[in-house]
């Protein structure tokens, strides 16, 4: 636990519920919120940045916007 590789295996586990529609996710204890936190905020903004490719029209306060 702790290791870059768990952590960027379970920020894949709670990325995919994202990608599919959920808007919470229960990432543990808060000391995985510094790596948790981020994994989602690129996980929403990548679904913005496809969603425009789409022509979906997606709000300025978008984690997208936020991150580039």
């Not at 586990?13 to 994994?39: E, H, K, L, Q, S």
Request: one cysteine or more; charged letters at 15%; hydrophobic letters at 50%.
């Amino acid at each position: 636990r702790g290791s870059p590789a768990w952590e960027a295996t379970v920020a894949l586990v709670y990325g995919i519920t994202v990608c599919w529609g959920a808007d919470f996710v229960f990432y543990g204890p808060t000391r995985n919120a510094p790596w948790a936190y981020p994994a989602m905020a690129v996980v929403d903004a990548m679904m913005g940045y496809g969603a425009i490719g789409l022509k979906v029209q997606i709000d300025r306060e978008h984690p997208l916007y936020k991150i580039f």
